[in-house]
């Protein structure tokens, strides 16, 4: 765990979410501030700051994120979604907590803006 890392503070329970799934390595909880009517985010439970922070024993943990979304998006009735990993401030990145957002339920422009 992280000090002060509002998404290890949701890992420990610290803070309450809705949860969507979760196993030894993972999460997946509702964003507070939904862009989409579908908007999950998934992280890893362990603190990785974001993308460049994955190591090769990462691997792993970083695909299942992937699989999981898909997996949850298909029981939240969404085959088609958009997956947004904002990486620094630059790109939108507001809390420095890999996580991967999963948006769908709704038409999406390209590009993002
Ligand atoms: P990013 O801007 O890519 O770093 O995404 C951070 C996301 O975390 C935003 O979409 C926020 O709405 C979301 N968020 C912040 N606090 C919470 C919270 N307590 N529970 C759920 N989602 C949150
Ligand atoms: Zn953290």
Not at 15 to 30: G, Q, R, S
Not at 54 to 77: F, S
Request: net charge negative.
């Amino acid at each position: 765990m992280s000090e002060n890392c509002l998404f290890c503070k949701i890992v420990e329970g610290e803070i309450p979410v809705t949860i969507l799934y979760e196993d030894e390595d993972i999460i997946a909880f509702n964003d507070i501030n939904p862009q989409a009517p579908i908007h999950f985010l998934l992280i890893p439970k362990k603190h990785l700051s974001g993308p460049e922070d994955v190591a090769i024993e990462d691997e792993r943990v970083a695909g299942k994120l992937m699989r999981m979304g898909n997996e949850i998006a298909l029981q939240e009735g969404c085959s088609q979604y958009r997956v947004v990993v904002n990486n620094g401030p630059q790109a939108g990145q507001t809390v420095f907590h890999l996580h991967m957002h999963i948006l769908g339920g709704r038409d999406m422009s390209w590009p993002p803006g």
